[in-house]
């Protein structure tokens, strides 16, 4: 046979497609294969990162559980004592006054 002959048989043709389709499988095996490579390495940081997260996550829920009754115990303590520095001010106020009006009472004219 000779080269224009081979170049134009069907059977010569349909192996070189089948050569070329071969090689094409191999590169996209490959590429899939690396791509499910990197894919598992992935999940496996995952897998170490999302418990971790999950634990700081748990831990900042429980700790906002314990500091909100907290928080809200020191915003009662301090408008009760606020309320008692205000109540002391009036009582003092009062005392005052009446301290000043027995004092200057006796004096008044009249």
């Known amino acids: 046979m000779s080269a224009t002959e081979e170049e134009n048989d069907p059977a ?12 094409a499988a191999k590169s996209a095996n490959a590429a899939a294969t690396a791509t499910h490579q990197v894919t598992l390495e992935t999940q496996g940081q995952l ?50 006054v009446a301290v000043l009006l027995l004092a200057v009472v006796p004096h008044l004219p009249g």
């Open 12 to 23: 010569a043709l349909l192996v070189a497609a089948l050569r070329e389709a071969t090689e």
């Open 47 to 96: 897998s170490r990162v999302v418990p971790s997260l999950e634990q700081k996550v748990d831990a900042l829920v429980h700790r906002l559980q314990v500091m909100t009754p907290r928080r809200e115990a020191l915003r009662r303590a301090r408008v009760g004592r606020y309320i008692w520095a205000a109540g002391g001010f009036l009582l003092g106020l009062l005392l005052g």
